[in-house]
């Protein structure tokens, strides 16, 4: 683990070392013990081709406005409005350059009452601070805003929120998009995340394009701490999209 425990934290405001120390922490897990990659990389080489998925395009009731769009999501007229819980709100900047989209809330998101909280938020934190992002500045959502009674997204519904979800990423426009979780990569690109994850997808919308990574929920990660690398590997993947 030498080469990165040997950072000098101790000028480092409060916030800033807890961002690196659970940035360490991520790396840790994720069997991260140097700098450098194993095998060489020949930067000269073109990257190949990006698979590209069309937005679906969005149901005329669905707002035109990431405002509106916020707040009828969690309102009356959504699709889950009648399932049991409360609805749980995306949060971070509207202009955020990287979104992250989950499937549901987990049970510990409803009591919270936010996104990816409990132990997979504590995981998701570290997560992004390994990359050096937090929560303040991704744009955070679920493609069901409350939490199914099976704890699943509903397969006869996966096609309608996903719809929802296409048109909430359009609104937002990121850069880039990480999406954690099988049912979320169903929803969203019409792909198993075993499928997609590996390599970018691109996302076509009316503002541009965004380029799109899959990769596992943190609940999975802490299940199988085994698929961390694996996972690692994805958050890179991500944050060298602009490359």
Not at 19 to 24: E, R, T, V
Not at 160 to 183: F, M, N, Q, S
Request: charged share 25%; with cysteine; proline share 7%.
């Amino acid at each position: 683990m030498g080469a990165y425990r040997n950072i000098d934290t101790a000028q480092a405001e409060p916030a800033d070392r807890a961002m690196i120390a659970n940035a360490i922490a991520w790396w840790a897990d994720a069997g991260v013990d140097v700098l450098v990659e194993d095998a060489p990389r020949d930067w000269l080489v073109a990257p190949a081709p990006a698979p590209v998925v069309e937005a679906a395009p969005a149901a005329d009731s669905l707002p035109a406005t990431l405002e509106a769009f916020l707040g009828w999501r969690t309102g009356a007229s959504a699709p889950e409005a009648a399932w049991s819980g409360v609805s749980l709100a995306a949060t971070g900047p509207a202009d955020a350059k990287v979104m992250v989209l989950i499937d549901c809330p987990d049970r510990d998101d409803g009591n919270a009452g936010a996104l990816l909280a409990g132990e997979p938020g504590k995981l998701f934190d570290r997560m992004l601070a390994a990359i050096g992002l937090s929560r303040d500045t991704v744009h955070i959502a679920a493609v069901c805003a409350r939490r199914p009674a099976a704890g699943r997204m509903p397969r006869d519904i996966e096609a309608k929120l996903g719809e929802i979800a296409r048109h909430h990423i359009e609104l937002v426009a990121p850069e880039r998009l990480l999406l954690l979780g099988d049912a979320t990569s169903r929803a969203v690109l019409a792909m198993e995340r075993i499928d997609a994850r590996g390599s970018l997808q691109a996302f076509n919308h009316k503002s541009g394009h965004t380029k799109v990574v899959a990769s596992a929920h943190p609940r999975m990660l802490i299940e199988r701490p085994a698929m961390k690398a694996e996972s690692w590997r994805d958050l890179q993947l991500l944050m060298g999209a602009d490359q």
